[in-house]
T-cell receptor, first 111, second 113 residues
Framework: KQEVTQIPAALSVPEGENLVLNCSFT??????LQWFRQDPGKGLTSLLL???SQREQTSGRLNASLDKSSGRSTLYIAASQPGDSATYLC??????????WGAGTKLIIKP | SQTIHQWPATLVQPVGSPLSLECTVE??????LYWYRQAAGRGLQLLFY??????ISSEVPQNLSASRPQDRQFILSSKKLLLSDSGFYLC????????????FGPGTRLLVL
C-alpha cells in the first residue's frame, strides 16, 4: 500500500531564505508526483508535476526533484517571500491512477 | 478557461440531517470528477470519482454517496449525517488522460453538530 510522508509538518523561516520541503513515498511504482499549494480554508493549486521518467521540474522560484528509486522528492523554494506562506502538499499517482496524499508541510515565511 | 465551483462554502448541520454538496465545472467537456475529504493534519482522502455521467466509483465505505446527473455536475450526498462527517470537502476535475493533474474547487467546510 502506497504511503506518502512529508517532513517537517511545519516550518518557519525568515524572508529571503532558500528552503527545502521533503516528501517520501513507499512504493516506487508511480506515474507521477505532484506538488500543490493550499492557502488556509481554500482549495488546492497545482504547482509542479513530475512524470515518473523525469528527475525535476522548475517553475519560477520553485524547483521540484524526483528520485523514484529512493522514493523521495524535494520542493526547493528560492528567495522565500511572505506570500509563499501556505501548506504544501505532495501527492503521488499510483499504479491505479489514484492520487495518494501526504499530510502537508505548513510553511510560514516571517517578514 | 476552465473553472470549478463548489457550494455552499460553509455548512453547519445537525447529526442525522441530510446533506447535498454541489460541484460544477465550466469550460471543459467530459472531465473526470473527484470528491475528496480533508481532515485536519491529514492528507486528502479520495471519496468518489467519476469518468462519465452516471459512472461513480467509491473508494471507501461510508454513509456518503455521489451522483453525476450531468457531464459537468458532481453531487455529494448523505441521508443522515454523522459527527465524523465533519471536514473540508474538495471537488476536483481532470482531463481524460489518467496521469493529468487535478484542478480543485474552493472547498466546502462542513461542521456536523
Amino acid at each position: 500500500k502506497q504511503e506518502v510522508t512529508q517532513i517537517p509538518a511545519a516550518l518557519s523561516v525568515p524572508e529571503g531564505e532558500n528552503l527545502v520541503l521533503n516528501c517520501s513515498f513507499t512504493d516506487s511504482a508511480i506515474y507521477n508526483l505532484q506538488w500543490f499549494r493550499q492557502d488556509p480554508g481554500k482549495g488546492l493549486t497545482s504547482l509542479l508535476l513530475i512524470q515518473s521518467s523525469q528527475r525535476e521540474q522548475t517553475s519560477g522560484r520553485l524547483n521540484a526533484s524526483l528520485d523514484k528509486s529512493s522514493g523521495r522528492s524535494t520542493l526547493y523554494i528560492a528567495a522565500s517571500q511572505p506570500g509563499d506562506s501556505a501548506t504544501y502538499l505532495c501527492a503521488v499517482m499510483d499504479s491505479n491512477y489514484q492520487l495518494i496524499w501526504g499530510a502537508g508541510t505548513k510553511l510560514i515565511i516571517k517578514p | 478557461s476552465q473553472t470549478i465551483h463548489q457550494w455552499p462554502a460553509t455548512l453547519v448541520q445537525p447529526v442525522g440531517s441530510p446533506l447535498s454538496l454541489e460541484c460544477t465545472v465550466e469550460g471543459t467537456s467530459n472531465p473526470n470528477l473527484y470528491w475528496y475529504r480533508q481532515a485536519a493534519g491529514r492528507g486528502l482522502q479520495l471519496l468518489f470519482y467519476s469518468v462519465g455521467i452516471g459512472q461513480i466509483s467509491s473508494e471507501v465505505p461510508q454513509n456518503l454517496s455521489a451522483s453525476r446527473p450531468q457531464d459537468r455536475q458532481f453531487i455529494l450526498s448523505s441521508k443522515k449525517l454523522l459527527l465524523s462527517d465533519s471536514g473540508f470537502y474538495l471537488c476536483a476535475w481532470s482531463g481524460t488522460s489518467e496521469s493529468e493533474t487535478q484542478y480543485f474547487g474552493p472547498g466546502t467546510r462542513l461542521l456536523v453538530l
